[in-house]
T-cell receptor
Framework: EAGVTQFPSHSVIEKGQTVTLRCDPI?????LYWYRRVMGKEIKFLLH????????ESGMPNNRFLAERTGGTYSTLKVQPAELEDSGVYFC??????????????????FGEGSRLTVL | AQSVTQLDSQVPVFEEAPVELRCNYS??????LFWYVQYPNQGLQLLLK??????LVKGINGFEAEFNKSQTSFHLRKPSVHISDTAEYFC??????????????FGQGTRLTINP
């Protein structure tokens, strides 16, 4: 079974440009999360989708960030325009719906390898 | 609000030595506790978790952690480390509850380096 996949693995852009990060969750996982780690600091929650709906977007830093999840499958995170402080690693995670078997009920998140964003 | 403190940013140890990675949390309510590991060029992987019950939790790769409610700690231990344990380790908490342990608050991470 394929894990959570993220694209691109690394993106280098100039300040003011736009970048779109993509996440493909594990098939059948309704819950999808975005997290970010900036400058070696702690990993921070950005937002949570349940299928195509935003359940919690309290961690989104500002309106330059736009997340979508069309049809409840893959998700994109767009940064427009990018600023220097947006540099970091963006992680995507997914989990099974509530009421699933085993570990899914305990909220285990399966993480992707992350997309490293460098803004120059 | 919850917060997590990993007291050591870097821990160097010799191969086959024991190791303890420290984690303290603050929360006014009951939490779920997790340790994740990130090997070089890989994503985060769940090592172990505490939800309820026995305070000593065993995870993968010979790691274990003990939940201490009075000290609000969840330290990670391994009695004998291997070169392959070189990675960054993250402690995390979540509120859990009916909606599940879905939204994690992470510590700053501890980089474990194993020397031969």
């Amino acid at each position: 079974e394929a894990g959570v996949t993220q694209f691109p693995s690394h993106s280098v852009i100039e300040k003011g440009q736009t970048v779109t990060l993509r996440c493909d969750p594990i098939s059948g996982h309704d819950n999808l999360y975005w997290y970010r780690r900036v400058m070696g600091k702690e990993i921070k929650f950005l937002l949570h989708f349940v299928k195509e709906s935003k359940q919690d977007e309290s961690g989104m830093p500002n309106n330059r960030f736009l997340a979508e999840r069309t049809g409840g499958t893959y998700s994109t995170l767009k940064v427009q325009p990018a600023e220097l402080e947006d540099s970091g690693v963006y992680f995507c995670a997914s989990s099974q719906p509530l009421g699933g078997q085993g570990l899914s009920e305990t909220g285990e998140l399966f993480f992707g390898e992350g997309s490293r964003l460098t803004v120059l | 609000a919850q917060s997590v403190t990993q007291l050591d940013s870097q821990v160097p140890v010799f191969e086959e030595a024991p190791v303890e990675l420290r984690c303290n949390y603050s929360s006014s309510v009951s939490v779920y506790l997790f340790w994740y590991v990130q090997y070089p060029n890989q994503g985060l992987q769940l090592l172990l978790k505490y939800l309820s019950g026995s305070t000593l939790v065993k995870g993968i790769n010979g790691f274990e952690a003990e939940f201490n409610k009075s000290q609000t700690s969840f330290h990670l231990r391994k009695p004998s480390v291997h070169i392959s344990d070189t990675a960054e380790y993250f402690c995390a908490v979540s509120l859990g509850g009916f909606q599940g342990a879905q939204k994690l608050v992470f510590g700053q991470g501890t980089r474990l380096t194993i020397n031969p």
